[in-house]
């Protein structure tokens, strides 16, 4: 077995499409059948006999089956198996499925494999035997030509409550005591405690395709981007990874790009019932995070600020994030504290934080020219209070709750707080 999460699903869903498969039958909806000539019958004697259209039947309360809670799991974990299409090309009748989307490739592929499963069957009784070789003959055909590289790196300052918590494209957080033959050096963080969270990606690669690496980089630098504006606690990537191939001995590899490494503040905690919450939140700035432009060089920006160990460092990082978004005019327009002020706090509150953020601006130029410069403790106040500022700012945004036009939306809400003003004094 090569992918223990796809087998895990697609048992789960066996299991549940039994029982309601045998429930329909139980119901009173037939199976149909055909009338078929017996194997091994003389020509001068043809016997016949019935079969089953268990493919048809399947077909026919596909809406029923849509329906249970582990048909969607089902359907994600196969859309994200490479090689599917050579699947589908040997199962399915019409031949292929060319020019569908993912998930519609998903969907054929689950019937097809749920067709082979209760092949001949009646009674829809779910024999173990014949489920193994139905995910035998898909993973064979779907991993041909194909190498299995697993990646997997110490995500610190995460805590989780379930043993694993699935993030779909084949990566999987797991509490590091339950992850099969993995390092103890990744497991066990020094001077001992409770297990390290991994972060466990598993990389299908065919002749050609992006080094497996190099994927991991992206994906894995995605992730920790998604849990920093996730939660202030600063998760952070190991310093060290560890990769296996085609089931080969761990090596270790410098996995993790600058920004994402880093030492985190406190632990973020993840209860069970908050891992749809994660897993939809990373899912979606995974998706919406652009390339170019104002809101790439941001978060480009607050990563690094993230990053830093000395706040007058990250102090500067953060403000640089925030102009990038709001001051695109340059610092001497003094626009930013109030564009802040109005896009973060409620209208009691914009006064204090405006002066908060003017507080900020000075107290970099001190640090700059070295002239009046603050204590420690009132620059570590102020980054954490710019960083918190851009964390909400860029959050809205790539969760498409604020417009990207940051700047555009903050001079609208001045202006209609300028004429409500002007309306309250002339009455």
Do not use: K
């Not at 009173?28 to 019935?50: K, Q, S, T």
């Not at 690669?205 to 920093?228: F, K, M, Q, S």
């Not at 930013?336 to 934080?353: F, T």
Request: contains cysteine; hydrophobic residues 45%.
């Amino acid at each position: 077995m090569r992918n223990r999460q796809l087998h895990r699903a697609l048992l789960a869903f066996a299991e549940e499409a039994a029982w309601q498969l045998a429930a329909d039958t139980t119901d009173g909806h037939e199976v149909p059948f055909e009338v078929v000539e017996a194997r091994g019958a003389r020509r001068d004697r043809p016997l016949y006999c019935y079969r089953p259209l268990t493919g048809d039947f399947i077909a026919h309360r596909q809406s029923v089956i849509a329906r249970l809670p582990t048909y969607l799991p089902a359907v994600h974990a196969l859309s994200a198996v490479g090689g599917l299409d050579a699947y589908l090309q040997a199962r399915v009748a019409r031949g292929g499925a060319g020019g569908v989307a993912p998930r519609e490739r998903g969907e054929l592929a689950l019937r097809a494999l749920l067709g082979r499963v209760f092949e001949d069957s009646t009674d829809f009784a779910l024999v173990p035997e014949r489920f193994e070789r139905a995910y035998a003959e898909l993973e064979a055909i779907v991993h041909e030509g194909r190498t299995e590289t697993v990646v997997l790196v110490p995500l610190l300052g995460l805590r989780i409550e379930s043993a694993e918590i699935a993030m779909g494209d084949d990566l999987t957080l797991m509490r590091g005591d339950v992850v099969d033959d993995a390092p103890e050096e990744a497991v066990w963080p020094h001077g001992g405690g409770a297990p390290n969270v991994l972060a466990v990606l598993r990389w299908e690669a065919a002749a050609g395709d992006e080094a497996p690496l190099a994927h991991a980089r992206v994906r894995l630098g995605r992730l920790v981007t998604a849990l920093r504006l996730y939660d202030p606690a600063l998760v952070s990537l190991g310093p060290a990874a560890w990769t296996r191939t085609a089931g080969g001995p761990w090596q270790v590899a410098v996995l993790a790009p600058g920004a994402a490494l880093g030492r985190p503040r406190a632990e973020c905690p993840v209860a069970a019932a908050q891992e749809d919450e994660l897993r939809a939140f990373c899912s979606l700035v995974g998706r919406r995070t652009p390339r170019a432009g104002e809101v790439a060089w941001a978060l480009r920006r607050f990563e690094l600020g993230c990053a830093h160990e000395r706040p007058e460092d990250a102090l500067t990082d953060h403000l640089l994030a925030l102009r990038a978004l709001l001051e695109p005019e340059g610092p001497g327009s003094g626009r930013l504290p109030g564009r802040v002020a109005v896009i973060c706090a409620q209208p009691h509150e914009r006064e204090a934080l405006g002066d908060r953020v003017r507080h900020a601006i000075a107290a970099e130029r001190a640090l700059v020219t070295g002239a009046g410069v603050p204590g420690p403790e009132v620059v570590a106040g102020l980054a954490a209070l710019l960083e918190a500022q851009a964390r909400a700012i860029l959050r809205d945004v790539l969760c498409g709750h604020l417009d990207a036009d940051v700047r555009g939306v903050a001079d609208a809400l001045l202006s209609t707080g300028a004429e409500v003003a002007e309306q309250a004094t002339l009455a």
